[in-house]
């Protein structure tokens, strides 16, 4: 999906699964957005890439970690402050849990990383574009309301650039291989 702002993104959530579960009824079948239909499975996430703008320019490119700003990085600070909340968002169902277990590539720390897609936020860094400079919310799934997920989301992210939320350090290792000090 091409980006857009909050209302227009949610906007185009909304339609595609109205689009992809008609066409599927079209063809006798049925479409789902259950975020764990299939037990022993990977999950079916609704990771969330976004970036922050003030007055045509982007408020996430800087020097810091994975070429994050210091306002990027508190902005992360404020989503691993509220994550637990936001989940009420974010995964509203009782099957949005059976997708958030270790092992599937779920997101299951509250930790942020540029390379361990088992945290909860991700910063990919595939180009030095500052224009698509992002952080990546790993936890939702597509049984939320994305009017409601992605207002949660930036009103937490905006606390934590607000307050000057420090994220604490990036874990880049993978959980696995992590000592039992370390965890």
Request: glycine share 6%.
């Amino acid at each position: 999906l091409e980006h857009a702002d909050l209302l227009r993104m949610a906007d185009i959530c909304m339609m595609l699964k109205h689009v992809v579960k008609n066409v599927a009824a079209q063809h006798g079948k049925t479409a789902t957005f259950m975020p764990k239909p299939l037990f022993m499975d990977n999950g079916s996430g609704m990771h969330t890439h976004f970036s922050m703008w003030k007055a045509g320019k982007p408020l996430f490119p800087g020097n810091h970690y994975a070429g994050m700003s210091r306002v990027g990085l508190y902005a992360i600070g404020g989503l691993l402050k509220h994550a637990k909340s936001l989940l009420a968002f974010t995964n509203p169902t009782t099957n949005s849990y059976k997708r958030l277990v270790p092992g599937y590539e779920a997101p299951v720390k509250l930790v942020y990383s540029s390379r361990n897609r088992a945290a909860a936020i991700r910063i990919p860094t595939y180009s030095a574009d500052p224009k698509v400079k992002r952080l990546e919310f790993r936890c939702p799934d597509s049984s939320c309301n994305p009017y409601l997920a992605f207002a949660a989301m930036t009103m937490a992210a905006a606390d934590g650039i607000k307050n000057k939320i420090d994220p604490g350090n990036p874990l880049d290792k993978l959980f696995h291989e992590l000592e039992p000090h370390e965890l």
